[in-house]
Structure formats: C-alpha cells, structure tokens
C-alpha cells in the first residue's frame, strides 16, 4: 500500500514515527511519503516538507502567514496527486488537515485521522464536517469516542501514544554527569514549548522563577531548530542550564516542573513529575479563545482525568507570585504533591489500552483490506 502522511508539527512528528514503524509490521510492502520531520523520516518516510516550515502558533500567526500556508496547501495537494496514495493519514494538525481532508474526499483518496482535532474543546459543530470527511477516525483520549457518538460517529480509540513513548524511552544513563548536573539535588524542568510564539511569552516568566529559587537547579528543554536568541533571558544564570532534544531524560532525573500547556504536560505526568502548567496567548486571541472553548481545563491531565489534578496558571494568573507559590507547594515532599501523584496514577490507568500505534496499524491496516 502507498501510504501518505501529514504531521505539522514536533508531537506529530514523533507519534507518525513510532505509526510507521507499526504500519511497516502489518504491510511489509509499505511506501510512505508525506509533511512530518525527523521522526517520521527515520522510520522510512520520504519527506517532502518539514513540519518546521508549517509551526505557526496562534489565530493573529495564522492569519500573518496566510499566504505561506496557502503556499504549502498547495504543494501538499500537488504532492499527493503526483504520489498517488491508496490511503492519506492525517496526525492532528487540524487547520491544514482539514483543507486536506476535502481535497482528499473530492478527489477519491481514503482518508484516515490519526489523532484527532480537539472539536470537543470548541466548535463542536465541525465534528459533522470531519464525519463527512473522514473515513476513519483513531481517537488518542478515552473521552472522544463518546463525544464522537452524540454526532451518531462510531469511531476507535486506539490508546494514547505519548504512553507509548514513554513506556520506550530508555534513559541515558550519563545524563547527569553528562550535562554537569548536580547528583542528588532538585531539578525543575522547564518546557517551554517548541515554537517561537511559546517561547516569546513563556520564557521571560520562566526566567524570574528560577531567579526567585537559586536553591534549585533549573533545566531548560531546549530545541535545535530554534534560534539562540529565544532563549536569552537565562543567560548569565548559574542556576539554570539548557539542554537540546533531551526532554524524556531530562523528565526522568526531575523533581518538579514549568510547562506550557500542550503534549508536554501528559508527558511529564506520565513521568510521574509534579508540574505547574502556564499558558499565555494574545490579548485578541485570549478573548476570541474564552468566547468559544467550551471545555473547563487546558492541559491534557486534567481533561483526561476530568478534574483538576495539576494547577493551571493561564493569562494574568501566569505571574511570578503564583508560580513561586506553586512550585514551593509541588517541589517539597507531601499531602499536596501526593495528590497531584495519585491523580497521575489515575491517569495512566485510563490511558493504558495497549500500544496506540500498535492498535492504530492493526486496524488502519485491516479497514484497508477490506476496501
């Protein structure tokens, strides 16, 4: 089978990755091209865009670069046409999947969604959109399939993948001597995120909290791809190191932790680190985002356990005073950081339905052979 896959952004990429490497176990005669990056190019993808050219954060990003993504939609649909795939996998990415996804339909190419846009957050109404688009759906939250099921859409859920991602790492071993870590000490890992709008915003209250705690030792994770200078309100500071495309290490050695809201957080819960979630987007987009959300929390743990397991600091919440507060609470050992742990365990338990990409290929594969 020719398979053709669009990721658009560093989640994506990953989760496409570990897909592939389960497709190629189902279909030994598999051919994969498509947008995505590193991840998904090692697992034997041929890449025709890299998802760093599709990152844009935001509506105010998104209608600045209209004509850049107008650009790439096109080059997508070309691309497609000229490959000629038995099947289109869309991961995520909904703005520029779903144009897709339309294209597809007209055009007679199967469409599978891999992970599926949050229509359950806002704009619910786009969910008859995508059942008249898509094929198949794969859910990745156990809540979906029952949200799916009010629009009269049986869809699968096939299990969590960064669960998957997480149950793989395998911890370097060197890491702490490695990046001059203190043994034994406290680190608080720092996510930032991995485009430059997050950055912009995040990084500078990021920064004063490390100031206010010279006790502890704070950990960047730092991406490659963006520019140095993003990450320049922490220079000069001895407390505070960066380290490039290491996150799971450096989850894996920590105490507690910032994060931005998004993958990240389920990331660090599943690593079982306490965490302080924060988010800040433009004045405009803040209150066009507080018109239309329709869901009572942000971050992935509390959606999933469907009640409030790790503080949210979101707009003017997001200041120096709570999140000093916050991390005090979270770092010290005790009733407070017991709990956010037991709502974690909670949380890998209705995740835990096996290998997602496993369950994913399995079924992609078999809806594919009965066509």
Known sequence: M??????????????????????????????????????????????????NQLAF????????????????????KQDITQFKPDVIILIDYAGFNMRIAKFAKASGVRVFYYISPKVWAWN??????????????FCILPFEKDFFRKFDWDVDYVGNPVLDSVRQFHRDPEFVNGNQLQPGGKIVALLPGSRKMELTRMIPMMAQVARDHP??????????TLPDSLYAPFRGMVNVKLIFDSTYDLLSVSTAAIVT???????????????????????????????????????????????????????????????????????????????????????????????????????????????
């Not at 990056?37 to 697992?43: N, P």
Request: glycine share 8%; proline share 1%; net charge positive.
């Open 57 to 76: 954060m935001g509506f105010v990003a998104v209608i600045a670069n209209l004509r850049r993504i107008g650009s790439l939609i096109r080059q997508c």
């Open 261 to 371: 809201s998004g993958t990240a957080t389920l990331e660090t819960a599943l690593f079982g680190v306490p965490q302080a979630v924060i988010y800040r987007a433009g004045y405009l987009e803040m209150k066009l985002l507080r018109f239309l959300v329709k869901v009572k929390f942000i971050s992935l743990p509390n959606l999933v356990a469907d009640e409030l397991v790790i503080r949210e600091f979101i707009q003017e919440d997001m200041n120096s005073a709570n999140l000093n507060a916050e991390l005090d609470r979270i770092i010290e050992l005790g009733p407070y950081r017991d709990k956010m742990l037991a709502g974690y365990k909670k949380i890998r338990q209705l995740l835990d339905t096996g290998s997602a990409s496993e369950n994913a290929a399995r079924l992609m594969t078999g809806y594919l052979k009965k066509k």
């Open 2 to 51: 020719r398979y053709y896959l669009i990721a658009g952004e560093r989640s994506g990429d990953l989760h496409g990755g570990n897909l592939l490497r389960s497709l190629s176990r189902y279909d030994t005669e598999m051919t994969a091209r498509g947008f995505g990056g590193d991840d998904m190019k090692a697992a034997g993808m041929e890449l025709a865009v890299h998802y």
């Open 124 to 137: 619910t109404g786009r969910a008859w959109k995508l059942k008249a688009l898509v094929d198949r759906m």
């Open 215 to 224: 006790q502890y030792q704070f950990v960047v994770a730092a991406v490659r």
